[in-house]
């Protein structure tokens, strides 16, 4: 059984950082790709970053462009988000997603984590 596993959220000043770590744990034979979604209160869960397993290509959100920053250990199975300047409109629960191939199979499956809080406030 595959998880995956978000930490990092918190409470934290407009102009602050925090950084997410998300690892994936289970029969993982390789990762495809691994995402940050977010949603905040009363809105529609939306896409935030991704990354392939070589970290050779990663894809931001226009409202996130130059102050978030997505890396992943492949060797860890571990996505993280470096979320610098944070803003208020930035407050939402950040779910962790992979795309991966499952061991012994090698079935490609999509997978959710359970979500961080993450609060922007003064």
């Known amino acids: 059984q595959v998880q995956l596993v978000e930490s990092g959220g918190g409470l934290v000043q407009p102009g602050g950082s925090l950084r997410l770590s998300c690892a994936a744990s289970?029969?993982?034979?390789?990762?495809?790709?691994m995402a940050w979604y977010r949603q905040a209160p009363g809105k529609q869960r939306e896409w935030v970053a991704a990354?392939?397993?070589?970290?050779?290509?990663?894809n931001y959100a226009d409202s996130v462009k130059g102050r978030f920053t997505i890396s992943i250990d492949s060797a860890k199975n571990t996505v993280y988000l470096q979320m610098n300047s944070l803003k208020p409109e930035d407050t939402a629960v950040y779910y962790c997603?992979?795309?991966?191939?499952?061991?012994?199979?090698?079935?490609?499956?999509?997978?959710w984590g359970r979500g961080t809080q993450v609060t922007v406030s003064s």
């Open positions: 997603n992979a795309d991966l191939r499952i061991a012994p199979t090698w079935a490609t499956n999509n997978y």
């Open positions: 289970g029969s993982i034979f390789s990762i495809n790709a």
């Open positions: 990354i392939n397993s070589d970290a050779k290509n990663t």
